[in-house]
């Protein structure tokens, strides 16, 4: 069984930093993607960051340039570095990889149980 556990989440004044981390654990044979949505009320989770095992990444234009996203393969841990907050930066950011848990089995979608971040002075 796979689970994702995300911390770092919290309240902070615009222009401040925050820095999320996702932990993957349990059965993993090899992680692909690995990456951040957010979602807030009455909108769909849009992705924030991505990052693949060779180190590619991908941005929602929204963050690009403020939020640079990493990963430790060795850990199965990604970070997003969250810095310049704006208030519409407000949202549940979730993390999200793409994991094959043993040699024989597909790659498979996991999600974590999400982590509040609230930009506001």
């Known amino acids: 069984q796979v689970q994702l556990v995300e911390s770092g989440g919290g309240l902070v004044q615009p222009g401040g930093s925050l820095r999320l981390s996702c932990a993957a654990s349990g059965s993993i044979f090899s992680i692909n993607f690995m990456g951040w949505y957010r979602q807030t009320p009455g909108k769909q989770r849009e992705l924030v960051a991505a990052i693949t095992s060779g180190g590619s990444t991908n941005y929602a234009d929204s963050v690009k340039g403020r939020f640079p996203i990493s990963r430790d393969n060795a850990k199965n841990t990604v970070y997003l570095q969250m810095n310049s907050l704006k208030p519409e930066d407000t949202a549940v950011y979730y993390c999200?990889?793409?994991?094959?848990?043993?040699?024989?089995?597909?790659?498979?979608?996991?999600w974590g149980q999400g982590t509040q971040v609230t930009v506001s002075s």
């Open positions: 999200n990889a793409v994991i094959a848990p043993n040699s024989v089995s597909s790659f498979n979608n996991y």
